[in-house]
Structures are given as structure tokens and as C-alpha cells.
């Protein structure tokens, strides 16, 4: 079960990755987007099973897809990097 966390906490940490790359202006891949964006939204499914937290991955991911398309502003990308890279680094302690 340790290794699966892990592997989850990568995911969080890569989509997080995306995020900031997002906020500081670089122009990430649209693959890499729908790639993170895609893993969080499976992983969001979580929440059917009763995990709070995956409420985070699924708005996430929502927003990850809407800035392919979309230009938004700055401020929208902090709370989920952080929060994604709070969840990523827990996941391996």
C-alpha cells in the first residue's frame, strides 16, 4: 500500500508542478496538462469512497482543463499548487 501512496503523492506533485508553470508564465505542453489534469481527475473519483481531500484533485483538474483553453488569472493557480504540493509531500513521510 506504501508504494501506491507514493506514486499518488507523485501525481499530486507533477500536477502541482503544472500549476506553477502556469503561474509564473511558462507555457507547459498541452500534453503535460491533459496528462496531470486526466490522473487527477481519476484520482478524484476517490471522493466517491468517501476521501475529502480528493475534492481538491477534482477541482484541480477542472481547472487544469479550462486553462488550456482559457486564460485565468494568476491568483486561481496558487491555492491548488500549494494545496497539491502540501498533499504530494505528505505522501512520502
Do not use: R
Not at 471522493?47 to 485565468?72: E, R
Amino acid at each position: 500500500m506504501g508504494i501506491v501512496v507514493k506514486i499518488l503523492g507523485f501525481i499530486d506533485l507533477l500536477s502541482a508542478l503544472a500549476f506553477l508553470m502556469l503561474t509564473f508564465g511558462m507555457e507547459p505542453y498541452v500534453q503535460f496538462i491533459i496528462f496531470c489534469a486526466g490522473l487527477l481527475l481519476i484520482k478524484g473519483m476517490f471522493i466517491l469512497m468517501g476521501d475529502i481531500l480528493s475534492f481538491i484533485d477534482l477541482i484541480s483538474a477542472i481547472l487544469l482543463f479550462i486553462s488550456i483553453f482559457f486564460s485565468l488569472p494568476v491568483i486561481i493557480f496558487w491555492a491548488p499548487a500549494f494545496l497539491l504540493l502540501a498533499k504530494g509531500f505528505t505522501s512520502f513521510f
